[in-house]
């Protein structure tokens, strides 16, 4: 884990209230892997007092990326910092996927993402990528997911790695109409062996917990990201914790990646989009 003062090289906004960030980050971007987090301080105030978490969404040589959404005060002001500022970062943070197993296994890894849940995945899938080199036959499936078309992300970025890109649109808009879930159901009843797959996916949790219970239905590798409220972000506060079969755990510490049939999929109150 490091802090590191980082010169932010660009801040753009994709669209109505999403933004790319990108800043000189080179421990962090040296030692993260994908489903890791970072930790950023808004400004230079105590306004807001909390840190807030990101998933890594790239790293680019001593580079790493952000995408996010101006959800709320605290990614409103981050939006609102300027190229050539500097941005204190904590990271990399928790636990991330388990890459190497879809490789080791010779599984087809299929990326389930729910909304802003595509950010951790590219970096997952730019890994996966570049570990598979030109075996084709095991290149990444990505399923994005959101209500309309206009919140699809990152599509032409996964196309352009070799990843085979569905979508899903609530409305209808782009692609199958319905959920990702519901995506994930048909792309899995098409294939012969359902088995030959491991699935990585991050979004909203009640996303998530359907992505289990389609997962083990056909009794498929799968890890889920998920999304708690957080202070520390460093495992001291126990703010983030998340019932598992083995008791609760701390989703900036010992998550936020977890096998998903870890996960106790009661419904859930906090946290989460
Ligand atoms: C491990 C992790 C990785 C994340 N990665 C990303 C990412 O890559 N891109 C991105 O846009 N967002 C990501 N988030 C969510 C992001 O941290 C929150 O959207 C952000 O902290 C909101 O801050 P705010 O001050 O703007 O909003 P607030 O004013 O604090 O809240 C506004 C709204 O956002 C919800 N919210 C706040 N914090 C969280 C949270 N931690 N998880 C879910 N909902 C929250 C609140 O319930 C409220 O509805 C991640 C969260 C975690 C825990
Ligand atoms: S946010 Fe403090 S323990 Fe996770």
């Known amino acids: 884990m490091h802090l590191e003062k980082a010169t932010l090289l660009y801040n753009k906004p994709l669209g109505k209230n999403y933004f790319r960030l990108a800043c000189n980050a080179a421990k962090i971007a040296n030692d993260a892997v994908p489903g890791q987090f970072v930790s950023v301080k808004i400004n230079n105030t105590h306004e807001p007092f909390l840190r807030r978490p990101f998933g890594i969404h790239k790293v680019d040589g001593c ?10 005060e605290g990614t409103r002001l981050l939006s609102k910092n300027k190229q050539g500022s500097f941005l204190d970062i904590l990271g990399p943070l928790g636990n991330g996927y388990d890459y190497r197993y879809a490789l080791i296994r010779h599984k087809t890894p299929v990326l389930v993402a729910g909304g802003m849940g595509v950010a951790p995945l590219f970096f997952l899938a730019e890994k996966l990528v570049r570990s598979l080199g030109r075996k084709v036959r095991h290149s990444p499936r990505v399923l994005l997911g959101a209500k309309s078309k206009n ?4 599509e032409k970025e996964f196309k352009k790695i070799g990843c085979s890109v569905t979508i899903a649109t609530d409305n209808g808009s782009a692609g199958f109409k319905g959920k990702v879930t519901d995506l994930l159901k048909q792309t899995l009843s098409t294939l012969d062996c ?8 991050c979004g909203p949790r009640p996303m998530l917990a359907e992505v289990s219970r389609i997962s083990r239905k056909h009794g498929i590798f799968t890890q889920v990201s998920l999304e708690e409220h957080m202070a520390c972000g460093i495992g001291a506060c126990l703010g983030c914790v998340v019932k598992t079969k083995d008791g609760y755990k701390r989703v900036c510490k010992e998550g936020p990646v977890f096998n998903s049939e870890e996960i106790v999929w009661e419904k859930h109150t906090k946290g989460g989009r």
């Open 63 to 72: 580079r790493i990326e952000i995408l996010y959404e101006a959800v709320g």
């Open 151 to 154: 919140q699809i992300l990152c």
């Open 194 to 201: 359902p088995l030959s797959t491991a699935l990585y996916a």
